[in-house]
Nanobody, 122 residues
Framework: QVQLVESGGGLVQPGGSLSLSCVAS????????MNWYRQSPGKERELVAT????????NYLDSVKGRFTISRDHAKNTVYLQMNNLKPEDTAVYLC???????????????WGQGTQVNVSS
């Protein structure tokens, strides 16, 4: 069975850094769009970063551009999110997602991790 397991979350002060990892098993991440979402209480789930199939493209939420970097290590079947210069508004549960696009362009988030909590506070 497929599993995505996130790690690396924790408590960090504003301006600090964290590196999140998403280790996949039962699926080859090379064949999927890999995404990081975040979810805060009372807010809609927000797409933070996208790594296209085989990592050929990347896209970021405007508010994290220049601070966050999504990357892959296909030999380890792992996706990373390096987060620098963290701000209190980055506080959320960060979730790893693997998905595909249907022929008409609709995105299907096929697999989800359980999430890792990131708290940015003084």
């Amino acid at each position: 069975q497929v599993q995505l397991v996130e790690s690396g979350g924790g408590l960090v002060q504003p301006g600090g850094s964290l590196s999140l990892s998403c280790v996949a098993s039962g699926v080859n991440v090379t064949n999927y769009f890999m995404n990081w979402y975040r979810q805060s209480p009372g807010k809609e789930r927000e797409l933070v970063a996208t790594s296209g199939r085989a990592g050929r493209t990347t896209n970021y939420l405007d508010s994290v551009k220049g601070r966050f970097t999504i990357s892959r290590d296909h030999a380890k079947n792992t996706v990373y999110l390096q987060m620098n210069n963290l701000k209190p508004e980055d506080t959320a549960v960060y979730l790893c997602n693997a998905g595909v696009f249907r022929p008409e362009g609709t995105y299907i988030g096929r697999y989800w991790g359980q999430g890792t909590q990131v708290n940015v506070s003084s």
